[in-house]
């Protein structure tokens, strides 16, 4: 509740961010679906930060982004990042954007 508070006050005022309880039951959700799927791997701790970027990220504006991430780094100053594995996403994407003459960044 804390990071949508803090969001609330500090992200631009855009008409699709939601910082009620609908976004507070979908991170809720998002952590039972996390811990399901890494069991034990991941301490309780990381599987909130990683559910927080993945139901918040999608739905910001890139301007927002360092924002929200330093309200995340505030919020969890102790919590080692979680690595996200994409499997083939990246090579793919790699390849994709070579055929099509594009460069990726980061």
Do not use: W
């Not at 961010?17 to 701790?45: H, N, P």
């Not at 559910?51 to 927002?64: C, G, S, W």
């Amino acid at each position: 509740v804390t990071t949508f508070q803090l969001c609330s006050e500090q992200l631009s005022s855009q008409c699709h961010y939601d910082y009620g309880m609908r976004a507070v039951k979908s991170t809720i959700e998002m952590c039972g679906k996390l811990k399901r799927e890494l069991g034990d791997s991941y301490q309780e701790d990381q599987i909130t930060l990683r559910a927080l970027r993945d139901v918040n990220v999608p739905k910001f504006l890139k301007e927002d982004l360092p924002l929200f991430e330093n309200i995340i780094l505030d919020l969890f100053p102790s919590t080692e990042q979680p690595k996200v594995e994409y499997g083939n996403l990246e090579p793919i994407m790699g390849a994709c954007a070579k055929e099509m003459h594009l460069q990726l960044t980061e």
